[in-house]
Every structure is written in structure tokens, then in C-alpha cells.
Nanobody, 117 residues
Framework: QVQLVESGGGLVQAGGSLRLSCAASTSIFSIIDMGWYRQAPGKQRDLVAR???????NYADSVKGRFTISRDNAKNTVYLQMNSLEPEDTAVYYC???????????WGQGTQVTVSS
């Protein structure tokens, strides 16, 4: 069982920045792939960014060059630095441990990000 707690969401103007954090309660954090997903009202939950246990990253096309995912294995925490935010980035952001495609799949409670124009 892995518990994930997100923080750092909020209201920001377009062009601004936010950093999301996700703290994981597990002793095997360093070997778990982690990800950030988002879900806007009336839409499906989509991948934003993922980082493997080895540090390999991948991003949705819509956030490339603006968002950066990173991890601190000493703190059991994964981060999402979001710059140049756009109103289209407004959504609930969820932290994921493992993969939605595998049996090892855990979600945080989500944190709201609202970008005003």
C-alpha cells in the first residue's frame, strides 16, 4: 500500500508558476515510477508527466518546455514545476505511483490548479 499526499495547488494568473509536491509513504519509493496526471471538468484524466525510477522523463506535448517533473528519493517526494501557466492548464492534478496500466497503481487525492486569464 502506498499513500500519496499532494500539495502546492492554487489560483494563479496566466503566465505564472506553481510547484506541486507529492509525498509518498513507502520504503521503496526509489524504485517506483511516478507520474502526474490531470483532469479538467467533464474530461478524462490525462497524463501530464512521468519520471521513471532511473530518472527518465516524458511529457504530454501540451506541457513540453513549460513543465518539469523531478524527484527527490531522499525525501520520497516527486515534484511538478509548472511555468508559463495557461487557462487550459486548469484541472485537478493527481500524483500516481506505479502505472495506471499495472497492478501497482496508486493515486493521491488530487490538488486543484486554477489559472485565470
Amino acid at each position: 500500500q502506498v499513500q500519496l499526499v499532494e500539495s502546492g495547488g492554487g489560483l494563479v494568473q496566466a503566465g505564472g508558476s506553481l510547484r506541486l509536491s507529492c509525498a509518498a509513504s513507502t520504503s521503496i519509493f526509489s524504485i517506483i515510477d511516478m507520474g502526474w496526471y490531470r483532469q479538467a471538468p467533464g474530461k478524462q484524466r490525462d497524463l501530464v508527466a512521468r519520471i521513471s525510477s532511473g530518472g527518465t522523463t516524458n511529457y504530454a506535448d501540451s506541457v513540453k518546455g513549460r513543465f518539469t517533473i523531478s524527484r527527490d528519493n531522499a525525501k520520497n517526494t516527486v515534484y511538478l514545476q509548472m511555468n508559463s501557466l495557461e487557462p487550459e492548464d486548469t484541472a485537478v492534478y493527481y500524483c500516481n505511483a506505479g502505472s495506471p496500466r499495472s497492478a501497482f497503481n496508486y493515486w493521491g487525492q488530487g490538488t486543484q490548479v486554477t489559472v485565470s486569464s
